[in-house]
């Protein structure tokens, strides 16, 4: 793990560091003299620097999303700090874990993967266990499912997001298919397993998290309904009935024609993974705004995926309330 | 239980049951002559009936809503039955058991109630539980509790439906606080108990389901938001951030102001509530929905609850298809 | 050709004629003596037919969606027709012209799939040749391309009329595509010819128009998109930018998410071909609202696929006006 | 006044009484017999009428939306009356009194005109009240003004209803102007007066409320506009400012896009004229939707305008309750 | 009256005034020399502040929203003003009088407030007279209720708005009740009156407007909810339909859902009552966008609230017209 | 033409040019010292300046919306350039081409009227081309006809912009009636013409384009309706039909009544002409947003006429694709 990050960083210290270049520019000072201005980054945050000298020969290989080595000065410019470098390299891939430059889940990707595992063998109709471990076990498949991300902002928007996700949706569906016996346990891990698959193509995540130029032309239903059209394809005797299930359950799960499902859940595994799904991606946003400080002791950040902020439950239950609330009559 | 049923009945039939009035009128034939038209139902149904002598005597203090004891003979005109009444009087109340003229749960109202004593029980928050409590063992709600339908026609429609539904609830909150440890249970059991008390009386559901004049013009969650202050104000001590974040969760749980929530979930425990009751609910109407007959064999009846129909999962995946598919080419 | 067809028919006469069954039921007179009831029909229509005698041992082994051979006699009964069916057998294939029971296109399908060929090759582009050739001479299409409907009710609804609207398209997208030189033409000529192929496995048109189950559960845009998958993957070096170039154009042919595209169209062809499609086929509803006598002389009947009903612009400049008119003071 | 109007007829009555036809058409009985049908009704209601004999003679020269007089029986048939015409003959200009048609205010029309003038002559703006008086005093336009209805349906559906709507506005607008200072009167009472004038081309009233054709294709908004460009074109030196305020205050008081307003009020006396208008059409289609009875003495009948039904106040207050109600526990 | 106000203050000015503190923060300058840095405002607008020296001791107990004594040097600093802080201290409670603090309304709420309880003691209706009246002189709330502003942001944002609003709409209502005798005046002056006294507690108004979190998860309609039933609940024999009746005029006072009211309008006066309370909230908001200048004049300000700007109608009349004007042709 | 453009200048250059005055403001450096502040600008962009000395003298008569002659130095400040106002003087009218100061057309105007009067002759109608004529041969329309720009910012936004989107649409309109032989060629070519005539005055465009303040309040769809009901008074005998059509042509071409449409399109060639219209205005909207520089290779800037960004598909399909998509897995 690197040091320091980012978010470890004090005015008036001397720093040596790998980071992120997320931005590159020559710039003139009013005086005309030309400076380098950078933005360099990692998993915990971004910092705006400024190279005064020797930045044309040190600087000459180096351009947005390399990684780079650095030394320099971290001071306070207007409340903000500012990094002045003082020696700058590009970086040897070896030098650098990815991890260190990306936010990541908290979990263990490879248990959690396990786990995945886990339940994809548990699944009953022999047809559906081959499609889904026909999947995971896909080398080319796996080794990005444990990376990727769920979203680029509204939820588990960090490197192994999307596993973490998907594993406790697994588990969600488990449980609610105990409560509702009606409920086909092995179309709701089918539809966990794959629902998202198609965001390995459709986010990048090497260097930050984004949409790739095919992801938003297609998006991730359509990539991952062409991902499972080649799987079933390659499991002779697949029932076509079974395979006409699969497609709805994954191009239904967005519930509505305005998230872009094409059509609305008309199974009841459909409709009820659109539920599940919707709830744990909601849960994590929650987790996500109460985990930002608003400088309100009340209230969450106002969250852009809730369209709402919402209430610090335990703070508002001991008191004393928010400096709003001090403000009350006889408060 | 009362025999014969009206679903029971078939043409050319001399029948002697119990009957609820469901309308009443004095009609003329083409020749001018009077005669009694009557709506007859129980909770299987309907039938539409004809007297056409004694009726002034016999049927002067019967009107609309009233229980009648009938003998008649059943016929089928123009593929229709019609009951022609013989004779006809009054029922007297202790002929009558109201669960044979209005559909009911098929799980025991005791049984549950006991049930959601013991979810009450269970909640480890004293000011909570004690509200809880105080409400669910109060007996001029618990009699009610026992009867009362979910809702008209959207889901739970019959007698104990209510109480069908809140104990499901409470099954599925356990659960899904399991799965988040980050949720509070105490609040997830207070709310789903307390969410539909104002159901109580928005419905009516003595002769069959419909909405009190107060029920349309105050809705059940100001109906049961009375409720819970008066109950709340029993309770000395009873924190008030703890009765505001309780009246939040009763307000909220409709989830979007279009259906009559005056405000959105900011709470986590409120937005999780909105959730499993919408799952709920919309897995019992879909429930209704696969009931119904359509005529179709891959699909339920268009449900107005859902705007959708749903496939019958099981019929489709066995084949053969529904008539549309037998007539595709090759079929 | 039939006769005489449903349209042709009067009161007081007898005939002998081929008619589709839509409906059979046995059914009781008030006086309890049981009868046939048949719904019989072509492509001008449906009629209401009874049969008194001898069904029980002339129509075992007639059920919907059968052809049969009838004898029987037209009645007028309370300003409708009857058909009183005298003698009825089931049709052998052999005697069926299956156009005599749907609609159709008035244009030879023959001729309008050559020029559908003819603008397959005059793609440019080797890659989108090959592949909408392909697919149009694929004899599993082919056939099925010259019977289908455009849609159930909405526009080009008879056989047939899929190809019209196909072929409509083209010679539309060449000229638009002269008018903005900016426009690729191959892009339009192909996703023309691609965008509706779902509709030969979302339809069913044997006996009537209607969906499968199929295409009720994926529609024929998801549908469409595995066909041209399969077709793609049968392509060696078929570029993987032009596929995704396709798939877009494909999947974001409604324009609208609510219209079922999981995707806006963000190619300059794909917004031109939502246009254009969208412009064909209101203008295919325009035409069907004013063939349809509404009973008023200035205005066509309401169509739902518009939503409004349309001015009879011919009658309107020539006068007098409609009834509603004659009525203005001095007219 | 004619008499007997429909809604007097009862049963077993022979009549001789004025109607207007709204259809007219020869029908056949079940043994072939022909006979007329027709669709005869006044300002009460209509009556489904037939004539077995000699109505090829009688009925010649009478066609759809002529008067006539008519002698016949009134019978029972079904529970509906109908009414057999056993003489029938085209009725004389002379015979007939509009008014006893079309139902109409139960106001003074003239009266009501003779206020409207006093408000035209009170504006103080002598541009605007010679536009106004300009307008009232124009024959063609003031003989319709005190005939036309205010809508189709939605309120003050009936003849003099526009003038009544419009009178009432004033009155409205004038106590309004009083109490915020801040209005302009002149303006208010411009707009009250002239803000339906289109409605007297827009709708034809000589028999049955409907639209015109031309009242369809441009509405009452750009109808009135064009009166109001000519009415302003005669009076020379009229302000151009002002007289895109006029314009601004006519195009923008149905308030909304969606209601055909094609700009949103933008003038403060425009937002305020926007408010009354509408508050005054919602009176008006309350009061009409509480005079129709419902069949429950709680509620009004259900107001498609309102898209609502509305409670009966005095009923409700003195109680006892609607039959829901009565079905209370304890009730 | 404190002197100078923010609004007095120009550059190049040494002064003592006394200030609200809205923000504190220390800062270092680039120099890595600390400074404090103020937000210091009062009821006419806010300036940034700076204090160089002998901050650390003097404001060690100072803190935000708290009211202190200043003696600095205004100056000009990027066309902004700025205050430079030589001395500072607590101000002392006597010192201070709030409404200097807040913008507050022209009128005297005394007088006002007095008004409002002759409208109180109008009402007929026994009965509600003695609720109204109850809340009315009820202390706790009376000294709120001359204080409360009508809303943060949208209209009568200042301190005594809420009475001026009320009163206004009291005054609309007996007029308007005037025009439409079939209106209860009693039930229109019950809910002007009535309808706002959750804000009381939903805002919060002792130092800046805002929002309390009680406000915030309840609203005020919740709130005056349990505020009436209070009320009424001290009112032996209050008769339970006028309390639904009062109840419903409560919580459909917003007229939709989308608004935060779970019931429409279904009572003639509850209706009514949402179009007097729009349109005045409307005209307040007008008059407010009218007062700010916009740089424009023939324009307000726009309006978020209005959701649009609005003319300056004695402008436009009189002409010259705007920047943009001037540049027509010919102009 | 005039030298240098905005667009061509760099850092450190002294030059002599002119500018279109934007804003001008004294403002005070922080020592108190007074300068001058003027946003200064062409057509291809604007340029902040600053005048430090002699500017009391020098700019006295000088004001927004002025043509001056600068003598200045072009500076880099903090990445954006600066103009040293060091000479200033009100330029005369001779020295001025306007249209060196708005963006226009690339067409020639004049060539594009002869072609548009040409359409205008080619109609066949006589009162239809009398019409148009009458209205294209109007000196006061004809001159300010060859500059009005289509829009201010949607699509055509410069100088010659609408002629440019007019002449286009006939060009459409007639391949698209040769298409659609259904279509009557004359009523698109003359709604065609006089759909944006009322942007003559809607829109102002002598300095910048923007809109008038009668605009603002009526729209281009009221103001050519104008324009079209006093052409049309001119002509003796036009058939009062024929003018409703050309009104519901002119009123509906909106398409939606959210678009200011107070009618939606209810004739054929109404309903085409909507679609026309808007896919020429999408066209040269998506021709803009590919023309911006969006820092991506892949996808053109975001559109606000269009929410959301175009595929650069030339570059698409040639690769290397974007910066995000370098980042992929094995990219």
Redesign the interface.
Known sequence: MKTPFVSDLT??QTITAFFLVHAK?I??T?E?KPYLRLDLGDRTGNIESRMWTKFETQTQDIS??DFVKVEGRV?????KLQLSVLQIRKAKPEEIDLTDFLPHSKEDVEEMYAELLAYGESIQNPWLQKLVLGILTDNGIS??YKKAPAAKVMHHAYLGGLLEHVV?LC??AK??A???P?L?LDLLLTVAILHDVGKLDEL?Y??AI?????G????H??ME??TV?HAIAKIPGF?P??K??V??LL?SHHGQ????????P????A??FH?LD??DS??AA??AA?ANDSGDE??SAYSGALQ????R?DH??Q?P?????????GG
Chains 1, 2, 3, 4, 5, 6 share one sequence.
């Open positions: 005015g008036d520019e710039r003139n009013r005309g947005r999303d001071e306070l410019y207007r409340d080794v990005r406790g588990g969600l449980i609610v105990g409560h509702y009606e086909n990048c090497t260097r984004g949409y790739t130029t095919d938003q032309l297609l998006g239903i359509v309904l062409e059209i029932p009935e079974l006409t299930v497609q709805h191009i024609y305005e998230f872009g499902s094409p059509k609305l008309m199974i009841r595994e409709l009820v539920y919707d709830l909601k849960m929650v987790r109460l009340d209230w709402r902020k919402f209430l439950l508002f239950l008191g309330h928010s400096a709003t609330e001090k403000a009350k009559p």
